[in-house]
């Protein structure tokens, strides 16, 4: 939306009062008939206004045609800068000079080069670029503010504003980045799996292992009777078994888990890590679906996951605002959890909250009523906020935090009564733990 005003700054308000204070001499000195040539001072200084006033309007016409473009890239990895570039057209035939340009960027991240801010000389016919460079922290979305444009008539009596918040680009996702996603091998992700590609075991399938020799307690049905007859010895054909477990993640961002400095917060690592275990599953018969319930409702359905699809994970964790901007908390539906997910059998809820909504723990218990797998992984505060703090400061944050760790307590209670086991984790722990449970499932729930 873009919105021009026009003002009249200091030195027009000091003329209006010599003018007013001009015509209230002259007048009656006029009447007297004493000195008829004052009169044409404030006559003078008043037609000076409308003239500055008629061509400040023709400049204000010209600031509103002006094209504002921004460039930069929309979605970064965390903890990497983004270039800024604000091209400013002049198309017309009306100059600017001159005019200040503020372009402000995400107040979630860092100047780390140039400046946001600059006076161009903008003739006719050309084009002005102010460019900089802002790092950016924090997993989720970071929205620019509005662009400025300033300038002013020739004898600076008015000040023509622009204010445009409907520029091209106008918020970066800052994604998660996993190991696979940098080329680095992701063995070490996936070091708990057990058929993180094909298995091979006895089975059928359409993929064809190899024939080899009949070994006693293998199965009878699988031997090929006319490698037998060639070989005049029994023979067996062996296949790839297609081994699969469904998995959703599902991530709770309530207020507090968005909560902190950004980069450190608990929500970056609860996507660092959803976004390693998505990856951990490239080229395993494995599927996997994301649900982001709380601030948000934002999911991806079950899916295979490749090198493609990666993406579609990691921009969906990063759709999740970073700043707030209403309190409710949207709570998870069964529709939004089943239905909406494309889940058909038994699967493995890995269910990541910090417990303190009351929405999460019943949608948990009618997970397990339904037969489902539920592990919950719970970031405990004290773990992520606080470590840097000391003495007197880290006293105080634990007094803040006793009200919600007696609603963490409870609502562990009622899941352990429940029989689902929640395991509270830190930054360092968390994708260990996720991996054990996720093993657990695949070795007590054969396909």
Known sequence: MSRVSLGINSLGKVLIVVAATLFSIAIPMLWLEAVPSLILMPIVIY???????????????????L???????????DGEEAVVRLRIRNRGWVGHYPISVVDHYPSSTRLV??????????????????TYRIRVRGVGTHVFGPVYLRT????????????????????????????????????????????????????????????????????????????????AELMLREYYRESESDIVIVISATRQMLAGRLGERRYDYVARVAAEIVASQIHSYNRVGLVITGVARLAVPLTRVTEASLKRFTDTLARVPIFLGRDEYLLPTPSMLIQGMGVMGKTLYIYITDLTMEGDVEMISLLRRMGHVVYVISPAAVHFDIRELEGVDRVLY??????????????????????????????DTMFDYIMARFEEFRRLTPT
Not at 47 to 64: K, Q, T
């Open 47 to 65: 037609l000076l206004l409308v003239g500055g006033w008629l061509y400040s309007r023709l400049r204000a016409a010209s600031l509103e045609r």
């Open 113 to 130: 080069g140039g400046s946001n801010k600059a006076v161009f000389y903008l003739p006719p016919r050309s084009e002005a670029v102010l």
């Open 152 to 231: 002013r008539d020739v004898l600076s009596i008015y000040t023509i504003e622009r204010r445009d918040a409907a520029v091209e680009v106008s918020a970066i996702r800052c994604v998660p980045v996993p190991a696979v996603a940098t080329g680095d091998s992701y063995e070490a992700s996936s070091r708990y799996m057990i058929g993180v590609k094909t298995s091979i075991e006895h089975g059928y399938s359409m993929e064809f292992k190899e024939i080899r020799e009949y070994v006693p307690g293998d199965d009878t049905r699988f031997i090929d009777w006319k490698a037998t007859a060639r070989r």
């Open 67 to 77: 094209e504002i473009v921004r460039e930069c890239p929309r979605v970064v990895r």
């Open 398 to 427: 634990l007094a803040s935090q006793v009200e919600t760790e007696e609603r963490r307590r409870e609502a562990e209670d009622r899941l352990g009564a429940m029989g689902v086991p929640v395991v509270e984790v830190g930054p």
